[in-house]
Each structure stands twice: as C-alpha cells, then as structure tokens.
C-alpha cells in the first residue's frame, strides 16, 4: 500500500498541493504557538511573566489544532470526491476498506512531512514577532527574550502531523466503505437508529453550549478583570465549531431559502442550483463550513474587541489583549481563506463534466455560470447569517457586563467587514475558477 500511495501521490499533485497549503499554516500556526511556550517555560524567562506566556499559547494552540483538524477532514473529502473512481478500482482488484484509508493517509502523511520543515520556520518567526509585539507593549520584562527550545516547537510538527492523518482517517471513511459497484451512494450506518445524524446533532449541541456557558462567566467577573475577554473568545471558537458540524442542515436552511425566494417562474439557472443543492449538498458544504467559522470567529472577536475600545481601558494589558485580538483574526482570515479557495477550486474543477453535458444540452455558459454562483450564493447568505447570530449570542453577555447596554453586542461595523470579505472571497473565487472550468469543459 505504501507503493501505491506514493504513486497515487504524485499523480495527484494539485489535491497534494491544496492539501499542504492548509498543513503548511496549520503547522506555522501551531508551531509560532508552541514557541512562545517554550519562551514561557524558559529558565531566563522571568517569573512573573510566566503565566500569561503559558496561558495564551495553550488557548491558541488549542484553537489553532481544532481549526486545522476541520480544515484537513473537508480538503481531504473534496479531494477525493474527484478520485471515487480510482479507489472503487482499487477495492475491486480486492483492496478493503481499511486498506483504502491507510493508503490515504500515507499520502497525507507525506505531503505533512514535506511541509513540516517550511511550517517550522515560519512558526518560530510568528512565535518571535508576538513575543516581541508583547514585550514591546510593556507586558513582559526584558529579562523574558524569545527562547522557543526546540522540544516543543518539533512536538507543535507533530501535533498537526496526527491531526492531519486523523483528518485523512476520517474524511476517506465514507469512500473507503462505498461499494465499488452497483449504487455509488455511501452504505448505510451499521445503527442508522430513528434520527440519522443523531450523534452528530448530539455532539454540535453540546460543544455550542459549552462555548454560552464560557461566555455567560463573565457574568460572575469584574467588568475590569482580562478573565472576561479570556472567557468569551474560547466561548466564540466553541460556538463555532459546533455550528460547522451542523453543516449539513444550514445546507438544507440554504436549499429552503432558495425555494422560498424563488419566484413562480424561475429561470433555469435558479431552478438548477435549487435541484443540485437538493441533490449534492457536499459541493457547498466546505464553503458552509469554513464561512460560517469565519464569520462567527471573526465578527465575535471584532465585536468583543470593538466594545473594550469603548470603554475606554488604555493599561498595557488591554492594548496588548487588543493586539493579539487583531492578530488572531488575522490569522484566521488568512487560514480560511487559503483552505476556502482550495476547496472551492476541488469542488468547482470536479464538476467540468457536468458543465460539459449542459454545454451539450444547449445551456450557454453565462446561464451554467449563473448556477454555480447562485448555489454559492445561497450557501454563503445562510453561513453569514449562521455566523452573525453565533457572534452575537456569544458577544451578548460581555457587551452586558462591560457597557451594560446589549445592543452594542451588534454595533454593525465589525460584521459588515466580516461578511463583505467573507462574501468577496466566496463569490470571488467561485465567479473566477467557475468561468475557467466551464469555458475549458
């Protein structure tokens, strides 16, 4: 198996490359935390500073491994949408499904491997400029310099390494199990129950409400204690999470918009992309999972930051607590960003058959264009509005303790900037790969 992987590999080389690029910043992204883990366990690091230079890398470690593990499950499951036929000919020729799954995450283990040494540099580099944007803000002590080790920076490489082979493991198991022939629908659960999804739904509720029970603390605090703002963020990434693993129904409240907007006579390409969001709802789900993470994570952190600037607190804490607010969202834009358009080109490059027999069909290319972008379309307003209700539940119990006046919870200017750039780089990349691959299908 691991011969035909490594064939398989280099076969395959623009899924390999999507797939490093999300490795290559998850890797950076954990790795820079680790680093300044390491400066905080440092011997020359001075005593008081020890705490918050521990604190604040495991928080966004945390984030940043949970992040990264989403991205890798929907990357991997959009690029094997492409290779069903080459795994059904693997298991006919008498592979097993397990067989399937480890051959795919070998692959994934190489790409991980190559990126790993590139992830590793940039990561000290991000680990040194925090380190230094903290001590510059006066929060640290000059005794406290970057001492990164090199233990944890390598144990950061190996954490993304089995989070990205997890990701493999899970995201190949639906096409592993299918039956190579007859119907290509995935087989059925071994305990399908009454309520298909239920451990799914479960899970999503529970992680939704551990994230309002982070945030609601700050009900118990200080309006002047950090613990408030430490509370909410992880408060705002647990209520995210669990909203991506309710993907598949805000797909089906996107497919429900669109009927219900759609006027009596619609035009084909709104009937179309009304059929194929009822019939393939995976093509737009990734885009409903990393938008609707997006939106809430960075409208949440906006927001939350938006109401400390108006109280006005200037200390050398909340101006570095600012700091990295801004530069966790930035990290997050870039991430999602990357792992967006990688699957938004697997998914639209995928569908150039389809494309093909509508050409045939007579459809032009300015109506099948209309299609892709109006099932894009839908998909992104159901995540914005997903990601906009998340943030601001989640905001709501910090806007109350800090100003006591709710409604600042939705002062308009953060999420208008998320859904603008959310939006511009959903329908941007989707207008641009969608005229490519329908004009050359």
Known sequence: MIKIAMRSFAHHRAAAIATGLVTLVGTTLVTGMMSLL???????????????LVQFPLIMGGWAVAIVLFAMVSTIGVALTGRAGEIAGIRLIGASPRQVQRMLAIETTAISAITALPGLAIGYVVGWIVT?????????????????????????VL????????AAWMGSRSLAHRSPVGDASPPPRRRTGRYPGRRRRIAATIMIAAGLASSAAVFAMDPADVLTTAMTGPGCVLVAVGMCVLAPELVAAANTTLNAFRPARATAPSHLAAINLSAAPDRVRPTVTFLTLFVTVAAGTLSMQGIENSVGTTNSTAQVLASINYFVVALIAAFMAIALTNNLVASITQRRPEFAVMSLIGATNAQTQRMLVREIGAATAISTIAGSVGAFVTVLPFAIVKTGDPLQAAAPLPYAVTIVIGIGVTLGVTSLVGRRAIRTA
Request: glycine share 10%.
């Open 132 to 156: 230094r944007s903290i001590h510059s803000a006066g929060l640290t002590d000059a005794a406290s310099v970057f001492a990164p080790g090199v233990l944890l920076p390598v144990l950061g």
């Open 159 to 166: 954490i993304v390494m089995a989070a990205s082979v997890l």
């Open 38 to 52: 390491g400066t905080g366990l440092a011997e020359s690091t001075a005593a008081a500073d020890r705490a918050f």
